[in-house]
T-cell receptor, first 109, second 114 residues
Framework: QKEVEQDPGPLSVPEGAIVSLNCTYS??????FMWYRQYSRKGPELLMY????GNKEDGRFTAQVDKSSKYISLFIRDSQPSDSATYLC?????????FGTGTRLQVFP | SQTIHQWPATLVQPVGSPLSLECTVE??????LYWYRQAAGRGLQLLFY??????ISSEVPQNLSASRPQDRQFILSSKKLLLSDSGFYLC?????????????FGPGTRLTVT
């Protein structure tokens, strides 16, 4: 079983939709969770990070952690074409970050 | 503010040729530094990380090596490239007091081995 699993998509939604991106992880000891956004042919950009369980909101983005289910989510409200990118979850596992393979999101006008 | 540079941006090299990719960070001291490779559909693979000058940890045994000759400089090298070395190489840094959290990435080098 992979330590972090993420649906690769692609996920295609109309502008203004609410987007839900998800990852599952295997080790219940993981505590720090991050979301990165990567535009085509660019380096990943840190969007948000959360510690332990609960929600964290930043503008149109909300990160949610459910440790009981070992499930993390990123919600994007009022999605825009500029949100079209690949979204990677990342978890601090010991002495390194463990990344999901990324979900490709396309928001069409 | 902190800035991370990588060069070159793109590179096409023949099989068997050497490789040197450079990464430098500005605006911080004593960063942790990382090299990743991203292959299509396979996510980010950690290759090396460094917590200080001359201190390199290798995650994946292969024909690549890394060096950190200065505090804010990280170099990825190979003596002989393989076709399988093609990919998008990313350098990242974190502040020393942040452990391995909150990694910030550079713009990347796209390497094609022909």
């Amino acid at each position: 079983q992979k330590e972090v699993e993420q649906d690769p998509g692609p996920l295609s939604v109309p502008e203004g939709a609410i987007v839900s991106l998800n990852c599952t992880y295997s080790n219940s000891a993981f505590q720090y969770f991050m979301w990165y956004r990567q535009y085509s042919r660019k380096g990943p950009e840190l969007l948000m990070y959360t510690y332990s369980s609960g929600n964290k909101e930043d503008g149109r983005f909300t990160a949610q952690v459910d440790k009981s289910s070992k499930y993390i989510s990123l919600f994007i409200r009022d999605s825009q074409p500029s949100d079209s990118a690949t979204y990677l979850c990342a978890i601090v596992g010991g002495d390194k970050l463990i990344f999901g393979t990324g979900t490709r999101l396309q928001v069409f006008p | 503010s902190q800035t991370i540079h990588q060069w070159p941006a793109t590179l096409v090299q023949p099989v068997g040729s050497p490789l040197s990719l450079e990464c430098t960070v500005e605006g911080t001291s004593n960063p942790n530094l990382y090299w990743y490779r991203q292959a299509a559909g396979r996510g980010l693979q950690l290759l090396f990380y460094s917590v200080g000058i001359g201190q390199i940890s290798s995650e994946v045994p292969q024909n690549l090596s890394a060096s950190r000759p200065q505090d804010r400089q990280f170099i990825l090298s190979s003596k002989k490239l393989l076709l399988s070395d093609s990919g998008f190489y990313l350098c990242a840094w974190t502040a020393r007091d942040r452990g391995h959290y909150e990694q910030y990435f550079g713009p990347g080098t796209r390497l094609t081995v022909t």
